[in-house]
């Protein structure tokens, strides 16, 4: 790791993900965030999309050894506070992400599980979610999946669980217990993903039928680390998610705690969703630097309230 970082740096934070051509999610989403929160981000390019404000049309992944070599590149070079990891694009690059940042596991790793945009265009094949639990998970630091990722994540979890089962006890054909595992509770969620390795989980509640969107923290050790209500707001958003996960990733890069990162992020996504903008004909964008527009700062209308809006939009 080279240690020649001079002390006007700010912390830099390493981004792997897709383009986002509209910039409100994906990579430019991450590096939008990011600066905003006082780091300095680098990226590494894992597919391109096309698409627009209301949807994804299309997506191109990138040669996984170009994705290897774009990020030893930059970590023989420059000192790296945290780890971003966003859409990867295929099997093949999600098992060259895990390992390089395998070489260096004092670095927190944040991982935003896009499995499917807002629209429902499927991001993620069952292979990548199979590679992504195996590979990723127990190198990852803080994982904030949505309610419907969580749920995803945690059948096919269970799901693994059987087949190894199904292999020791070969021919029992037991299906007792399973009839819940079309909407696990989000607490069995959590504590799936838990055992699967990452030392943390963020399940966001936008999705969920409640008056407040509730996100809550899980420890592998803790359990339930903190529950945090906020306001719903009106709208649909394109890329919460994407800069829930930096702003966390900001957080930790300058030196906060997990819970308190979690905290932080939360009021920083929601600030920027309450000052979102329509530029198209699709969902509304967070406005990422709302606190440096003349008038742009949510507070006189919403109070100091935080969190992410009613639809978690996801690129």
Not at 5 to 21: K, R
Request: proline share 6%; charged share 25%.
């Amino acid at each position: 790791m080279p240690s020649h970082d001079s002390p006007s740096s700010p912390p830099l934070v390493l981004v792997f993900a897709a383009t986002d051509p509209t910039g409100g999610a994906g990579i430019q989403a991450d590096l939008l965030t990011l600066a905003s929160m006082g780091c300095h981000g680098l990226s590494v390019v894992t597919a391109i999309t096309i698409q627009d404000t209301a949807g994804v049309d299309d997506v191109m992944p990138i040669d996984s050894d170009w994705v290897a070599d774009q990020a030893r590149t930059l970590l023989e070079d420059m000192p790296v506070a945290a780890f971003k990891v966003g859409m990867m694009g295929s099997v093949e690059n999600i098992a060259a992400i895990a390992e390089v940042v395998a070489d260096y596991p004092d670095i927190p790793l944040i991982l935003d599980p896009v499995l499917a945009s807002g629209r429902g265009d499927e991001l993620a094949s069952e292979d990548m979610i199979a590679a992504l639990t195996e590979l990723l998970l127990p190198q990852t630091t803080i994982i904030t999946p949505n309610s419907p990722e969580a749920r995803r994540l945690a059948r096919a979890l269970a799901s693994e669980d059987d087949d190894e089962e199904a292999d020791e006890n070969a021919g029992g054909g037991n299906d007792e217990g399973r009839a819940d595992e079309d909407d696990p509770e989000l607490a069995e969620c959590a504590s799936r993903l838990l055992r699967a390795g990452c030392e943390y989980v963020l399940i966001t509640g936008t999705h969920e039928n409640t008056p407040q969107v509730v996100n809550t923290l899980y420890g592998e050790e803790e359990g339930e680390l903190r529950s945090d209500a906020w306001e719903r707001l009106p709208g649909s958003y394109h890329g919460s998610g994407c800069t829930l996960a930096s702003a966390i990733a900001a957080m930790l890069a300058n030196g906060l705690d997990v819970s308190d990162a979690v905290r932080e992020a939360q009021e920083y996504t929601w600030q920027a969703l309450a000052a979102g903008f329509r530029p198209g004909m699709g969902q509304h964008l967070p406005d990422r630097f709302f606190w440096a527009r003349e008038g742009g700062s949510s507070e006189e209308a919403n109070g100091d309230e935080g969190g992410e809006a009613e639809n978690d939009e996801r690129k």
